[in-house]
């Protein structure tokens, strides 16, 4: 008997991309915490709690974008995806816009009161965080670099939840140094070259129906890593 699934027709690349930007109904925008936080009702401990355990991810995400290059054979993605672990490890002098995001984040967790001692040694990381931000690098270490590449998509629904920020913290929060929010406004741009190349390498690699499905899964898998943050660090840090 034939495989239903594969009998279904593939959506048209337009289809699929329209799926894809779909999932971000599932995007940790929605998840109650976010919400308190950029509607300006969280308490300075529940910011530097979120900053805190957030500074892991930042710090797990060249991990993963070298376990992607190690799998990748094609000379041209690793030529581009490079510059990714550059964006967060820093390049050049090291210094001003090319310290990286790790250093930029690092200078957010200063500005809400953290020690650069206590995010560097990951003082507060809560043991949900640690789980999911290792369950994610440890799918891109195992999994065709494709697939990797594919969860990198949630950049598509980043830019939205950085302007909010940007336009509400510095009224709700100000306490908080403006140039500690430096982070939020250097990744729009960064996300949206970031989501041109993810879109083209998933759009071209997933052509079956049943394929496209498994990446659309793929991503919910990424979605629901940064939801399950929320829901540890919620838990830790209650309203």
């Not at 990748?72 to 964006?87: K, S």
């Not at 090291?94 to 310290?99: E, G, L």
Request: proline fraction near 5%; aromatic fraction near 12%; charged fraction near 25%.
């Amino acid at each position: 008997m034939k495989d239903q699934a594969a009998e279904v027709p593939a959506w048209t690349r337009h289809e699929f991309e329209a799926q894809l930007r779909a999932k971000g109904q599932s995007y940790h925008i929605h998840h109650p915490f976010n919400v308190l936080m950029n509607s300006g009702r969280a308490s300075p401990e529940q910011i530097r709690g979120w900053v805190a355990n957030r500074f892991y991810y930042q710090w797990c995400i060249p991990l993963k974008d070298a376990a992607i290059l190690s799998n990748c054979e094609d000379r041209e993605t690793r030529r581009r995806w490079i510059a990714r672990i550059l964006d967060h490890d820093g390049y050049g002098d090291y210094t001003s816009d090319a310290a990286g995001g790790i250093e930029a984040w690092t200078r957010l967790g200063e500005a809400v009161g953290l020690t650069r001692a206590s995010l560097w040694n990951f003082e507060h990381l809560l043991p949900g965080v640690r789980f999911a931000c290792d369950a994610y690098v440890n799918f891109a270490r195992r999994v065709p670099w494709q697939e990797a590449v594919c969860s990198s998509l949630t950049e598509m629904f980043a830019p939205q939840i950085h302007k909010e920020r940007l336009a509400g913290w510095p009224e709700y929060y100000p306490w908080i140094a403006p140039a500690g929010l430096t982070y939020f406004r250097s990744r729009i741009p960064l996300a949206q070259r970031d989501v041109e190349h993810g879109l083209e390498v998933t759009l071209d690699y997933f052509e079956t129906r049943a394929a496209q499905q498994r990446a659309l899964d793929i991503l919910q898998f990424k979605l629901d890593i940064l939801w399950s943050m929320l829901d540890a660090i919620q838990k830790a840090y209650p309203a």
